[in-house]
């Protein structure tokens, strides 16, 4: 138990010392890619989860998927490394990158070019049957039809029993 006590004591002499400020501070300023990723990935998400509009929850998607391609690019930086090609016969004492995150990243972004295609002529189809984009006229024109459940009602009533 005073183990706990002491480590929050040392974290809260660290912030009134202002270290810890200092240092994402430095974060911050030096460190832009992981700035850049931090914004993409909560723009992204926030479009994802708050547009009603399914193009712009693609676009969302995409902006998404950008974030963690450079987050893998980022984390697979490294400070004087060279490429994983070696002459025959010299020796191998420098510092090289793993090209498995670059693989994996080109990867990737064939799989997000086509999931955009897919979820845009899904978006066509869409349109085409039923004249609109918005999530919310969707689901409204889909229960119209039967084809989604009524919502339940509020109160906890299933609908079993009647109410008196």
Not at 5 to 33: E, I, K, N, Q
Not at 58 to 72: E, K, P, R
Not at 100 to 120: C, E
Request: proline share 4%.
């Amino acid at each position: 138990m005073t183990g706990a006590l002491d480590a929050a004591v040392g974290v809260a002499s660290v912030l009134a010392s202002g270290t810890a400020t200092a240092s994402a501070f430095d974060v911050l300023t030096t460190r832009h890619s992981y700035v850049a990723f931090a914004l993409l990935l909560c723009i992204g998400l926030y479009m994802m989860i708050a547009n009603p509009n399914l193009v712009k929850k693609i676009i969302g998607l995409n902006l998404f998927q950008t974030a963690i391609f450079l987050l893998f690019i980022t984390s697979a930086y490294v400070e004087g490394g060279a490429m994983p090609i070696v002459p025959e016969g010299a020796a191998e004492t420098q510092t090289f990158v793993s090209p498995l995150p670059h693989v994996i990243v080109l990867t990737a972004i064939v799989v997000g070019v086509s999931l955009t295609a897919v979820g845009l002529a899904l978006c066509i189809r869409i349109y085409d049957e039923y004249g609109t984009l918005r999530t919310d006229v969707l689901r409204d024109l889909l229960r119209d039809e039967g084809s989604l459940p009524e919502r339940p009602a509020i109160g906890g009533n299933d609908g079993g029993e009647a109410d008196e």
